[in-house]
């Protein structure tokens, strides 16, 4: 059971913003950095944003990440077809000890 | 060029036992961390395990603990996963995922393409 609480899905036309939401707790988000992570189905995950709002080179600059208390938020702007995939957040679990991933959010462009 | 390269999936009966590898090239691996995470069919990313660069320091998800042992061999940089007393429900692709700092609790920047292990009976 997942721990990091997200939409199920998301989508819009190609060249508008889309947001996915990451809820978590103090324990988590609220102590320590949020991570994203971009799924294309059948491929393995790829990181698009550490340390909160840190892109990794190669990341568009349309991806990015933001964070406030317990809570996280990825946003693409200028939605491409490329983007439609499975996007998760995560973060280390001070109470828990462990990695904790959010539900993930399926994105889909119309 | 960073490579991570997953080995060890397979069929096994519940109750069984499998050692997932993680063969990894290109940086110096005793300075990161590295992680298992894993993903049942249709179902979304799990964490199993993570231990430090220098070993010294592992971790585990609850659902494995007692079950699963994570180690890795820095002369050989590669992390191993011993996967015991094996059920249904762990069913999934593992990927073995390099951190990006010596401790457990960094971000994973490299994926491997993952290894598959089926439990049925």
């Known amino acids: 059971q997942s721990v990091l609480t997200q939409p199920p899905s998301a989508s819009a036309t190609p060249g508008q913003r889309v947001t996915i939401s990451c809820s978590g707790s103090s324990s988590n988000i609220g102590t320590n950095t949020v991570n994203w992570f971009q799924q294309v189905p059948g491929t393995a995950p790829k990181v698009l944003i550490y340390?909160?709002?840190q892109r990794p080179s190669g990341v568009p600059e349309r991806f990015s990440g933001s964070k406030s208390g317990t809570s996280a938020s990825l946003a693409i702007s200028g939605l491409q077809s490329e983007d439609e995939a499975d996007y998760y957040c995560?973060?280390?679990?001070?109470?828990?000890?462990?990695?904790?991933f959010g539900t993930g959010t399926k994105v889909t462009v119309l | 060029e960073v490579q991570l390269l997953e080995s060890g999936g397979g069929l096994v009966q519940p109750g069984g036992s499998v050692r997932l590898s993680c063969e990894a090239s290109g940086f110096t691996f005793n300075n990161y961390a590295m992680t298992w995470v894993r993903q049942a069919p249709g179902r979304g990313l799990e964490w199993v395990s993570g231990i430090s660069g220098s070993g010294g320091g592992t971790y585990s998800a609850d659902s494995v603990k007692g079950r699963f042992t994570l180690s890795r061999d820095n002369s050989k940089n590669t992390v191993y996963l011993q996967m015991n007393s094996l059920r249904a429900e762990d069913t999934a692709m593992y990927y073995c995922?390099?951190?990006?700092?010596?401790?457990?609790?960094?971000?994973?920047?490299?994926w491997g393409q993952g290894t598959m292990v089926t439990v049925f009976s």
């Open positions: 995560a973060a280390w679990d001070d109470s828990l000890n462990a990695y904790v």
């Open positions: 340390s909160n709002n």
């Open positions: 995922a390099k951190g990006v700092i010596f401790g457990v609790a960094g971000s994973f920047d490299i």
